[in-house]
Structure formats: C-alpha cells, structure tokens
C-alpha cells in the first residue's frame, strides 16, 4: 500500500464532498489520502486554512497508519494469521497441494504456492467474498424489497462498498475478513442507496430501520478496517 507524499508546507485536499452538512470534518483514507467534507457555502480559502490548522494531526495520522500497515504486512510463513468472517486462523506452509490454498481448521498453503502468496490468497478471497455477500444481499433484499441489478466484487482500498446509478452493488474483497455482522451492515448501506442516494437523515433513518445497532458495526470498520489487507 503506497502512501500520498506531503509536505509540512501545503496539505493537498484529495478528494473535496461538498453537502448540506454544517462543519468541515477531515477524513484520513486507509491509503493516506485526504479526503474533506464540507457544507455547500464554505469558501475553498477557508477550507484550505481549516486543513492547514489540522497538518500536524493530518502527519501524525498518516505516520501511524503507515507503521500499522508496514506492521500487517503479510510474508506468507508458517504461523501467520489470517482473518476469515472476523475470525484470526494459522498459516501451515504444506508439499504440493491442489487447489494450492485451502481451508480448514486453518490455511493450508503449497509451498511451491509462496511466492504468489497475495495473489493466491486474493483469488481465494474474493471467490469467498462473492459467494457470502451475495447470500446477504439476496437476504436482505427479499426480506425488505429491494431489487439490486447484480452484486460484484472489486478490489477497492478506500472503500468498503458503492452503489452504482444503473443499480449494481460493488463491494471490496477484503469485507470478507470482517465478522458477519460488519458485512450484513455494509449490505444494508448499499441496498439503502439505492432508493436514498445521499448520506442525509433519511438515508441513515432507513438504514436503522433494517439494521438498528449499525453505528456499532461501522465503529467496528473505523477501528479494525486496515487489518482487512494482505
């Protein structure tokens, strides 16, 4: 994962949202991008000063999301974990297998396999992450209505999942890692969206209404969501 280069001189705004919201809030990606949400009057000079007055928590932040990272990564070896639905499992390094990755008590990886580590494990991800997501929209949406064109899995960084205009549902591979319950949250999201396009009350009135302790959930994600990576 790559970071954003910056300057103690000049923050750069990497994403600006503009809303009917009231104050200016800073959002640090899980990539090291900045993005900034502000009301539809703020001037683009008082944004620009109010980022500059945060440069300091903006640097430290990123510093500690760097080191959290490089601390994550995974080398592929014996007795590493790996997260599956929440849960943490061993890594056991085994002679040749077919498939090279499989699943158990635990991961089983071929040796010859080790090299390829992330791309094997991102491949096995992203089978599990469209098999259970998709049962959990199909859930939801015969339960409350809604009517979700298809369901696909992308390998988005910053994002746990988006809802398209033409109705598709995208959520990223690595929800897969998260408990059942951050997922069903973040199905609920998407499947919102598509009658509420926007994050106003409305839309989190309804997503309360099918999901009642979602403020949990999505706690969980702002605390725990850059473990979900290889």
Known sequence: ????????MQIQIDKLIRSKRRTIAIIIER???LTVRAPMRVSQAEINSFVQE????????REKLESIVETLTK?????????????SFNLKLVKPQRPSLKFGSGF???QTAQKRGAATFTRWYKERAYKVISERVAHFAKQYNFTPKQVKIISAKTRWGSCSSNGTLNFTWRLIMAPLDVIDYVVVHE??????????????????????EYKKQRKWLRENGEKLNL
């Open 1 to 8: 994962m790559s970071f954003l280069l910056f300057t103690s």
């Open 191 to 212: 499947l919102v969206h598509l009658r509420v396009k926007d994050h106003s009350s409305k839309f989190w009135k309804a997503v309360e209404s099918i999901y009642p």
């Open 108 to 110: 089983t990886l071929s």
């Open 31 to 33: 990539d090291g991008a």
């Open 54 to 61: 945060k440069s300091t928590w903006i640097t430290h932040t």
């Open 75 to 87: 080398q592929y070896v014996d007795g590493e974990t790996f997260l599956f639905l929440g849960s």
